[in-house]
């Protein structure tokens, strides 16, 4: 759902979509907000041009976007791990540019937690994007990487980006077409 145009009062750091390049948004500029999930806010310029603000930055929309794009938690039960908890917080990352989460998407290939000897666990990642040439690889890489350190119990978090099997539309879940209108 497209928000109404918004002028912002201050500078704002941004990221530009889709090359990841980090931006100043100078104070004045004016915006619409295309999407506030995972907990960051697309944004577009009267030019058309899309940009990524942090949720810690989303108060410069204004307060409604600010609650809007506080970053859903994942449902964690304390206590014992489960690689449940790590997919649940995969969930809540999502793809600047479609308002599906990277495993609906069918962007996440493994996931795997290894007990440590020493305690807590490992999880070890395997990711792609839509687009080879998409410039928030990196970007995407740690906001999972960060999401899934944060669980109690993982004390190591690794995410690789792969490019093989290349990913295609038949890797998107029913639940992805549906919040597309593809079926």
Known sequence: MRGAMTVIERDV????????????LPAGSELT???????????????????????????????????????????????????EQVWEQLRT????????????????YTCKATPLDEGGQRVD???????????????LVEDVRSKVSALPGVKEAHVELVWEPQWDQSRMTDVARLQLGWM
């Open 33 to 83: 907000v295309v999407q506030t999930l995972g907990g960051n806010v697309t944004v577009q310029d009267p030019y058309g041009q899309l940009f990524r603000i942090d949720e810690k930055n989303a108060d410069v929309l204004g307060e409604e976007y600010a609650a809007k794009a506080k970053a859903p938690d994942a449902e964690v039960t304390p206590g014992e791990f489960h690689e």
């Open 93 to 108: 990352v999502y793809d600047p540019e479609i308002p599906v989460n990277i495993v609906e998407l069918g962007l996440v």
């Open 13 to 24: 750091d941004a990221m530009l979509i889709p090359s990841g390049d980090k931006v100043l």
């Open 125 to 139: 990642i395997e990711m792609t994007l839509t687009a080879p040439g998409c410039g928030m690889g990196q970007v």
